[in-house]
């Protein structure tokens, strides 16, 4: 049990750093000021959740490795869809302010 309870605090945790990522990102990408100190953390926070996870599956040795893969896949794609979803809110709410 201890071992899901690290896996979804790194999910949360990496999560958060890419949606933060990708704001800084496009933050500056449009013009609007981000501080150097906030856009190196986020990218060292998203790298940090990679690597934990990464070294959490290679070191789980009570987790079959199709358990393993479902856990690696099911992170890097719930990364994924919460950079889509901030993207897809933020198009959104740009095309209906040039309405």
Do not use: H
């Not at 990496?14 to 449009?30: F, M, N, T």
């Not at 199709?66 to 809110?89: D, P, R, W």
Request: net charge positive; proline share 1%.
């Amino acid at each position: 049990m201890n071992e899901k309870g690290y896996y979804f605090a790194i999910l949360i945790f990496g999560l958060y750093s890419s949606v933060s990522l990708q704001k800084a990102v496009r933050d500056r990408d449009e013009g609007i000021p981000v501080t150097s100190i906030y856009y190196g953390i986020s990218w060292f926070a998203l790298i940090v959740s990679i690597s934990l996870m990464g070294i959490g599956l290679y070191n789980a040795g009570s987790i079959v490795l199709s358990e393993k893969g479902f856990y690696g896949m099911a992170f890097v794609l719930s990364l994924f869809a919460a950079i889509t979803v901030q993207k897809n809110v933020r198009d959104t709410q740009r095309a209906r302010e040039k309405d």
